[in-house]
Nanobody, 127 residues
Framework: QVQLVESGGGLVHAGGSLRLSCAAS????????MGWFRQAPGKDRKFVAA????????YYADSVKGRFTISRDNARNTLYLQMNSLKPDDPAVYFC????????????????????WGPGTQVTISS
């Protein structure tokens, strides 16, 4: 079983940048893709971005396309989310997750398709 731990959250001004990290440990071979989701208070968990682990194909929610970049460092078993031009509607708890398959974007946008989740890291925006 893989374990995931996020880091890098914090308080940043609108328009600023943050880089989130997600360190994976344990049995990582059972995952074919990884993703980032976010959840604001009182709202459902929403897809942010995903990356497949063989071809490094990336997918993004429309709300973050052009501002966020998902990437991974296989040697470090670490997933990243570079967030630029942060907006007032970006604050949330950000979660990384691992999926057993990497069929397509439709599949990877579904939170139920991920088998392992990290505890999350809080991102707060000050106006």
């Amino acid at each position: 079983q893989v374990q995931l731990v996020e880091s890098g959250g914090g308080l940043v001004h609108a328009g600023g940048s943050l880089r989130l990290s997600c360190a994976a440990s344990g049995r990582t071979s059972g995952s074919m893709a990884m993703g980032w989701f976010r959840q604001a208070p009182g709202k459902d968990r929403k897809f942010v971005a995903a990356i497949t682990l063989i071809r490094s194909t990336t997918y993004y929610a429309d709300s973050v396309k052009g501002r966020f970049t998902i990437s991974r460092d296989n040697a470090r078993n670490t997933l990243y989310l570079q967030m630029n031009s942060l907006k007032p509607d970006d604050p949330a708890v950000y979660f990384c997750a691992a999926a057993p398959f990497a069929w397509d974007m439709s599949y990877l946008t579904g939170a139920d398709n991920y088998h392992t989740w990290g505890p999350g890291t809080q991102v707060t925006i000050s106006s």
